[in-house]
Each structure stands twice: as C-alpha cells, then as structure tokens.
C-alpha cells in the first residue's frame, strides 16, 4: 500500500509550460498599420538590402556589346536632335569653368542618390507608416523595372562617347570617393546601365513622396529642387543624357501605379479587437 504525501502537487498544480515567443514578436521597433499589418525596422532593412544585392547583381551581370551601347547613344543622340534638347555637351562645357562646381557635382553623384532616398524612407516609416508600403513598393518595382532597360538597350554614356564628341569624364578628371575607372568598380561596374536613370527616379520618388507630406514651404522647395538638381548633375558629369531621365521618370510612374494596384499594406480599415467577454 503507497503512501502519497500530503505536500505533493496536484496536476492543477504544476507549472504550465513555457510558452515560446517569436523572435520577431521578442524584437522591438516594430510599427503597426492601421489595417493590422505590422512592419519592424529590422526585417524593413533585410529587404531593402537583399533587394538591392540582387539587384546590383542583375544589372553587373550583363554589360552588353560595346557596339550596340555605341550605335544605341547615336541613336539617343539623333531623336534629341529631331526634338531640340541635344545640350548636354553645351551644358558640361559651360560647367567645366568652375572646378568647384564640378567637384560638388561628383560628389551629389556618388552619395545623395543613396543618402536621401535612405533618409526619405525613414522618413515615411516613422512619421506615414500607412504610406510607407505602397512608396517603398514603387520604389522597388521601378528599380526592378529598370533592368529590364539595361538588358535590351546598352548604352554608351556620354562620358564614354569618342573624344570628338567633346564630353568630359569628371569624375575621372577630378576623382570624388570613387571612379569608374578605379579598381573593382572599372571591373564589375556595368557601364552601360544608362537608360534609363535611376537616379532620376530615385530622386523623383523621395520629392513625390515629401512634398505631400512635409510642412513647411522651404522643406518642399527643397523637395521639388532636388529632382531638378539631379538632372543637371547627371549632365554634367557626363554620366547620361537627357532622354536618360525622362526613361527615370517613366518607369517609376509605371512603379507607383503597379504598386498602388498591389499594395495592401496600410489601405484597409483600422482593425479593431473585439471586446473579451467575462466568463458568467
């Protein structure tokens, strides 16, 4: 016959296993949409940056016939003439008289394409968490688009073009953090990823996304100038011609009407819980 302890536990008694939380639900920062959807800066910044591998990859895996790149500028070069706006190289030539100028040109190239469109997507996450999917949707289905331009039209720069066309390579000129022509960069760099300019989109994208939003006048000249300022940037250092930008332009609008039918993220209803009724 046993003997069972007065003090021993019950099975009502014992401690209720351990419940396993998420890493994502442990992890904090996380921003919630009005429809329910719930972002965190962390996974925000694992996408942007295998997005932007991939895509680095894609578009440095194929660079293209110099051949065609040279016939395809030619061909750039003849429809800017049919149109009237063939002045890049009037416009390089009128810049090249301030050393300065182009200096701050190399670098506007080389670091405000990333830094305010960073600085434009932190923006949104924090302050238009709601409009932040649909913006960073178009933002990636433009680039994405993109490629499909470097693919099936190479393009000579202007930069690249024959001496006697009269164009200057500023950046080899007058080197910023980097060149074309620099180590690795002259080695996996596709060159002729001209058409369209990403720059431009990019640029475009952080004023149609600010200039709604910001609050103050100055912030949204600011805004508007910045797309304006590239375009003469790319010019001027040679690195695409006009045509380049009006491609930027196009396929990001494309970009924000596929992303505004496929977006879903912060669109719906605010979800409200329903209330908990208390056991009778």
């Known amino acids: 016959m046993s003997v069972v302890e007065d003090d021993a536990p019950t099975p009502d008694e014992r401690q209720p296993p351990p419940v396993v939380v998420p890493l994502h ?10 429809d329910g959807h719930r972002l965190y800066w962390w996974g925000e910044i694992l996408a942007v940056a295998a997005f932007y591998g991939i895509y680095s990859f894609v578009r440095n895996l194929h660079h293209g016939n110099q051949a065609d790149a040279f016939q395809h500028a030619r061909d750039i070069i003849d429809v800017q003439k049919s149109l009237g706006i063939n002045h890049e190289q009037a416009i ?5 008289g301030s050393r300065a100028f182009i200096i701050a040109c190399n670098y506007f190239y080389g670091s405000l394409h990333f830094i305010v469109t960073a600085g434009v997507m932190i923006y949104l996450y924090r302050r238009w968490t709601d409009d932040y999917p649909r913006w960073r949707n178009t933002l990636g289905i433009a680039t994405g688009l ?7 039209f ?7 073009m024959p001496g006697s066309y009269g164009f200057v390579d ?3 000129k007058d080197p910023a953090f980097w060149s074309f022509n620099s180590g690795a960069v002259s080695k996996i760099s596709n060159q002729f990823a001209a058409m369209p300019s990403v720059h431009c989109a990019w640029a475009l994208w952080c004023a149609c996304a600010l200039v709604p939003r910001v609050k103050h006048l100055w912030a949204k000249v600011l805004a508007v100038v910045y797309p304006i300022t590239t375009v003469t940037v790319i010019v001027v250092t040679a690195n695409h011609y006009l045509l380049d930008a009006v ?13 505004w039918v496929f977006t879903r993220a912060g669109r719906g209803p605010a979800v409200v819980p329903a209330p908990v009724r208390e056991a009778a």
């Open 25 to 34: 639900r442990r992890l904090r920062g996380g921003r919630t949409l009005s």
């Open 146 to 152: 993109a490629l499909i331009g470097f693919a099936f």
């Open 170 to 172: 500023t950046l080899a």
């Open 154 to 160: 190479p393009l000579l720069p202007p930069r690249l």
């Open 92 to 96: 390089q030539a009128w810049a090249l």
């Open 247 to 259: 491609g930027g332009f196009f396929v990001l609008g494309v970009g924000y009407l596929l992303a």
